[in-house]
């Protein structure tokens, strides 16, 4: 219930003029939350092919379109941490971003490429969000945008994750 509040309050905000979804940031000036960008679209595009490719049975039970949603809130707050950045920039060298490990598929992601695939962009857009808060902490945060659309992410893939199951037990 509160996160659809949230995203009726946000829609309403938009249309209302208050706020302007930006699309894809400048990628010179925010290359992660770019990278983080591209990744939820093509996340997006994969979950609703899951969901055509199993319509027959029900299209994942709900949670591809589940899916589609936290993908969606975690596209509005991308937008709304690039606002913050714009707005909040103080003078200083970057944050030093950390290495991280590579990403590897799972058993799951043969059984069900689009799913997959979604799984891997999104934990592709997750890491390049904490990059982008790693890089602009010394200078400005991201105004707790960067958070929560790292949160709305991870409610992705657990809706991803339950999409999978839900595709195991209903498979003919």
């Known amino acids: 219930m509160k996160t659809s509040i949230q995203t009726l309050f946000a829609v309403m905000l938009v249309l ?4 302007a979804i930006a699309g894809r940031p400048e990628p010179s000036r925010y290359p992660n939350l770019v990278k983080s960008w591209e990744a939820i679209q093509t996340a997006k595009g994969h979950v609703q092919k899951a969901e ?3 319509e027959k049975s029900g299209t994942l039970g709900g949670h ?3 899916a589609v949603q936290a993908i969606n809130a975690a596209e509005l707050e991308i937008d709304q ?3 913050f950045a714009e707005t909040h920039h103080k003078p200083g060298p970057p944050g030093v971003v950390t290495p991280k490990p590579p990403l590897t598929a799972t058993p799951d992601d043969v059984k069900y490429p689009n799913l997959g695939d979604a799984r891997l962009q999104i934990e592709w857009a997750v890491r390049h969000v904490e990059d982008a808060m790693q890089y602009h902490a010394p200078t400005g945060t991201l105004g707790g945008h960067g958070e929560k659309a790292v949160e709305h992410l991870r409610r992705a893939l657990r809706e991803i ?9 209903h498979h003919r």
């Open 16 to 19: 209302s003029g208050t706020v």
């Open 161 to 169: 994750n339950e999409a999978e199951r839900w595709a195991d037990s």
């Open 81 to 83: 941490a690039v606002g």
């Open 64 to 66: 591809g379109g589940l």
């Open 52 to 54: 055509v490719a199993h």
